[in-house]
């Protein structure tokens, strides 16, 4: 993975498709799993629109699409990789995170680094619900997102804590912190397609 800084598509909705084809391309096992589609990058396309992003906006798209990745092998369905089984899903999806978050270091956004990171702990810790709900799961990843694109709020630091301490309320505090996070920085168009993507229905004030 070295050389991570470089690797980016020359456009943000390309994204999707440009992590697909370095995959395929890699020594890696992963490349024998690469399969071809059309989905667009929505969540890569909501860190690129952001003012913390203007440096490098396909880097963005590229690295948080290859996080969201690792967290689809681990908990969904991917969208551009078929692995042969649930264990070989399981170490796809760990290195995917590890691609992601080296990229976004080598950029060096120590903050965005710890953001995603942490977003990952929180992601383990929604899909351990006993009855497998994933409740905050969905709102975690805008919120998230949002935060490595315009900074993260105190009300979004609230809204984390709130989830790691099982608050019936987390899923709403993560969803309003990405609602305001996005109004201030204008960014709200690309909050609602990626939204749209994750399967979320965000408050319906948009600020």
């Known amino acids: ?20 084809e370095e995959l395929r391309a890699g020594e890696s096992e992963l490349s024998s799993w690469v399969v071809d589609g059309d989905r667009e990058p929505a969540l890569g396309l909501l860190a690129a629109a952001g003012p913390r992003a203007t440096a490098a906006p396909a880097g963005y798209a590229t690295l948080v699409e290859a996080v969201r990745e690792g967290y689809l ?4 369905e991917p969208r551009i990789l078929d692995p042969p ?7 796809g999806g760990d290195y995917l995170y590890a691609l992601g978050l080296e990229r976004l270091a080598a950029l060096g956004d120590t903050e965005a680094v710890a953001e995603l990171s942490e977003l990952i702990s929180l992601s383990a810790e929604a899909h351990a619900d006993p009855d497998g ?8 990843w805008l919120a998230a ?20 301490a099982g608050s019936s309320d987390a899923a ?17 168009a690309e909050l609602e397609r990626a939204a749209e993507d994750v399967g979320f229905a965000l408050p319906e004030d948009l600020g």
């Open 1 to 20: 993975m070295n050389g991570a800084a470089a690797a980016a598509p020359a456009e943000p909705a390309e994204a999707l498709r440009f992590l697909a």
């Open 172 to 188: 709403g505090m993560l969803a309003r912190a990405a609602v305001a996070g996005a109004a201030d920085a204008g960014i709200q």
């Open 133 to 140: 709900q994933a409740p905050f799961a969905a709102p975690a």
């Open 73 to 76: 092998l681990h908990y969904a």
């Open 85 to 91: 089984d649930a264990d070989l899903a399981l170490l």
């Open 145 to 164: 997102v949002v935060a490595v694109a315009a900074g993260a709020s105190e009300s979004h630091g609230e809204a984390k804590r709130a989830a790691r």
